[in-house]
């Protein structure tokens, strides 16, 4: 009776044993193929009308990163598999770090069609060491404005946009974007609505009395620029030809008149993102808190605001004295 339990027993559990193994496989054969997976989002790119190097970037990459693992299925995507592939790159940390988020936008797409159960990938990163960028300087400013020539329209524009940039640290694409409806000079603002700010929020920023009186200026000139071109508009910075500076990249009229005027008189940073560097320091150094300069140039994150204010370890241990 014993031995035909224990082979009775053993029975059992070959059975269990060859159960389990079947809901194993069972497991992996409805698991998605990579490259199925990778198809289907690289067409739903297409369609949506991504560039083609974006699409080509992500086929190289999840190519790459299948070649190196060896792995074949959805659910073979594991933090571990994702720590081999970026191992075994002898790049600098900035490359990789640019592979990761290719990476994980691709891991992203087949998390939003459901194939991926949770962002696992979101806690992997890549340290990399930022140099900070310099903000343009008072001095700097004032430099260069001494060179422009206020009295053709140009100049006047230029000017005036340069001390916009610098003294509201309004991002360039908004600048162009800028109506004559946006400036109230009574209460000395402008109020700028969400739909041409990056982050769609309403934001209300001061100006001074020499801001007011050159956009009054301006607004003159740029109405005769208007009527001698037979152009109907009411943005505040215009080209020669009456139509507005704005484009829907970074290299917009202004942006070229920068880079012009830094590399004609060999100044340094001046450029649009220095500007807007500058009137963060500015306020810092002027007492503002990082939350409130985080405020004013419209960021979601400040740990991105502190990557503008451009501290250096005299200036940390200087301002931490005042605390202790």
Known sequence: MSNKTGVFDVELNLQDVMLSSST??????????????????????????FRSRTISDYSLHMS????????????????DTIYEWLGSMNVKNSTKLVRLKCLKAILGKFFDNGWIDFKFWKTINIKVDKNIKKGSTANDINVLLSLLNLNSF??????????????????INTLGQIEEKHIDFEEMVINLDGAI???????????DDQMINLLRVLIKQNNKIRQRNNQSNQFIFLT????????????????????????????????????????????????????????????????????????????VANSLRNFL
Do not use: C, W
């Open 154 to 171: 140009a100049g006047l524009r230029d000017a005036v946009a340069i001390l916009t940039l610098y003294k509201t640290g309004v991002r």
């Open 24 to 49: 194993i496989h069972q497991k992996k054969s409805n698991s998605m193929e990579i490259e199925k997976a990778l198809e289907t989002v690289l067409r739903q790119m297409r369609i949506t009308g």
């Open 197 to 207: 700010l990056k982050n769609h929020e309403f934001l209300k920023l001061p100006i």
């Open 64 to 79: 790459k990163f299948q070649q190196l693992t060896g792995i074949k299925y959805l659910d073979e995507i594991t933090t």
């Open 240 to 315: 020669a030809k009456g139509t507005t500076i704005h484009s829907k990249t970074t290299t917009n009229t202004i942006s070229k008149r920068l880079n012009k005027y830094a590399k004609k008189y060999e100044l340094q940073n001046i450029n649009p993102h220095a500007m807007r560097r500058g009137f963060a320091k500015n306020l810092l150094n002027k007492g503002a808190s990082v939350a409130l300069i985080s405020k004013a140039l419209g960021h979601s994150d400040l740990a991105v605001t502190t990557q503008y204010l451009d501290l250096d370890t005299e200036e």
